[in-house]
């Protein structure tokens, strides 16, 4: 399984930008998918979480700004980022919890991070 995400880049504050991640290889069922972010220093921390039924959970520092959303057909998974504050500057790393078959477990998987810089 891989997953590849997309979409950082510098923008101004107040600006947007929307992040992509998609899924590949032996995926028999997605439990969730979610957005994490790790700045300098910093621990990494949720941004967002989706699940299969669609039930979103965010970070406090991001509701209201940030929408997680899901294309289950493509496995794909897309972070919109409005009214971007130099705060949110971050690699962001997509996350999936899955299964490549009926008969393995739920396993976590990381995508390879992308750079999102919030800068005047």
């Known amino acids: 399984v891989q997953l590849q995400a997309s979409g950082g880049g510098l923008v101004q504050p107040g600006g947007s930008l929307r992040l992509s991640c998609a899924a590949s290889?032996?995926?028999?069922?997605?439990?969730?998918m979610g957005w994490y972010r790790q700045a300098p220093g910093k621990q990494r921390e949720l941004v967002a979480l989706i699940t299969t039924d669609g039930t979103t959970n965010y970070a406090d520092s991001v509701k209201g700004r940030f929408t997680i959303s899901k294309n289950n057909a493509k496995n794909t998974m897309y972070l919109q980022m409005n009214s971007l504050k130099p705060e949110d500057t971050a690699v962001y790393y997509c996350?999936?919890?899955?299964?490549?078959?009926?008969?393995?477990?739920?396993?976590?998987?990381w995508g390879q991070g992308t750079q999102v810089t919030v800068s005047s």
């Open positions: 290889g032996s995926i028999f069922s997605i439990s969730r």
């Open positions: 996350n999936t919890y899955l299964r490549e078959s009926f008969y393995t477990a739920f396993n976590d998987y």
